[in-house]
Antibody, heavy 117, light 106 residues
Framework: QVKLQQSGAELVKPGASVKLSCKTS????????MSWFKQIPGQSIEWIGM????????GYNQKFKGKATLTVDTSSSTAYMDLSSLTTEDSAVYFC??????????WGQGTLVTVSS | DTVLTQSPALAVSPGERVSISCRAS??????MHWYQQKPGQQPKLLIY???NLASGVPARFSGSGSGTDFTLTIDPVEADDTATYFC?????????FGSGTKLEIK
C-alpha cells in the first residue's frame, strides 16, 4: 500500500534553514507528483508547491517562492522540502501528499517545525 | 487567490443528515475536493472533482455542485464523523483550501 513517512519534529532558530523529508513506498515514485502543505495548528491548510519526480519540474505558490525549495531523490523514492530564512511565522506542521495533480489521496503524517530562539 | 468560504461549525445528532457548504470567490468548474481531518492527523480525501467518492470512503458521504457553490453531505451522520472538513480547489492557481467546518456530533 502507499505510504509516505515524514521526518521528525524540528526545533530551529530564527534565520536558520531546515530540510524536511518524505520517504515513499508502495507506488511508482519516479512518475508521480508530490505536493507540500503548511498548516498552523487549528488553522486552514496552504498549498506550498508541487514537484514532478520524473524530471524535478516544480510549481510553487507565489507566496512560498524563495521560502521553500522542493527536490526529489528517485533512487530512494524520497521527496524533500528546504525551508530557508525561518521566522516564527514558519512554525507549523508541514505535510507531503501525493495522488494526482489536482487532489491528494495519500498524505504523510506531518512534520512539526518550531522556530524559536 | 481563490477564497473558499465555509461555515465555521455545525452540530448534529447521530443519524441526521448534514450538509457542509463551500463557496468560491470565483468559478472553479468542478475542481472542488473535500477532506476530513481529525485532531493530530493528516487530512483524508473524501470527495474529488465535486461528486466522486474517494476509494474506501463510505457511501454516506456525497458531494455536489459546480462553478462557485459546492456541498458535502453526510447521511446519516455517525459519531466517528466528528472532525473538521475542508474544501480545496485546483482550478485556479494557487490551489487553495477553505477555512474548515468543524462538525460536532451531539
Amino acid at each position: 500500500q502507499v505510504k509516505l513517512q515524514q521526518s521528525g519534529a524540528e526545533l530551529v532558530k530564527p534565520g536558520a534553514s531546515v530540510k524536511l523529508s518524505c520517504k515513499t513506498s508502495g507506488y511508482t515514485f519516479s512518475t508521480s507528483y508530490m505536493s507540500w502543505f503548511k498548516q498552523i495548528p487549528g488553522q486552514s491548510i496552504e498549498w506550498i508547491g508541487m514537484i514532478y519526480a520524473g524530471d524535478g519540474g516544480t510549481g510553487y505558490n507565489q507566496k512560498f517562492k524563495g521560502k521553500a525549495t522542493l527536490t526529489v531523490d528517485t533512487s530512494s523514492s524520497t521527496a524533500y522540502m528546504d525551508l530557508s530564512s525561518l521566522t516564527t511565522e514558519d512554525s507549523a506542521v508541514y505535510f507531503c501528499a501525493t495522488g494526482t495533480t489536482n487532489f491528494f489521496a495519500y498524505w504523510g503524517q506531518g512534520t512539526l517545525v518550531t522556530v524559536s530562539s | 487567490d481563490t477564497v473558499l468560504t465555509q461555515s465555521p461549525a455545525l452540530a448534529v445528532s447521530p443519524g441526521e443528515r448534514v450538509s457542509i457548504s463551500c463557496r468560491a470567490s470565483e468559478g472553479v468548474n468542478s475542481y472542488m475536493h473535500w477532506y476530513q481531518q481529525k485532531p493530530g492527523q493528516q487530512p483524508k480525501l473524501l470527495i474529488y472533482k465535486a461528486s466522486n467518492l474517494a476509494s474506501g470512503v463510505p457511501a454516506r458521504f456525497s458531494g455536489s455542485g459546480s462553478g462557485t457553490d459546492f456541498t458535502l453531505t453526510i447521511d446519516p451522520v455517525e459519531a466517528d464523523d466528528t472532525a473538521t472538513y475542508f474544501c480545496q480547489q485546483s482550478w485556479n492557481d494557487p490551489f487553495t483550501f477553505g477555512s474548515g467546518t468543524k462538525l460536532e456530533i451531539k
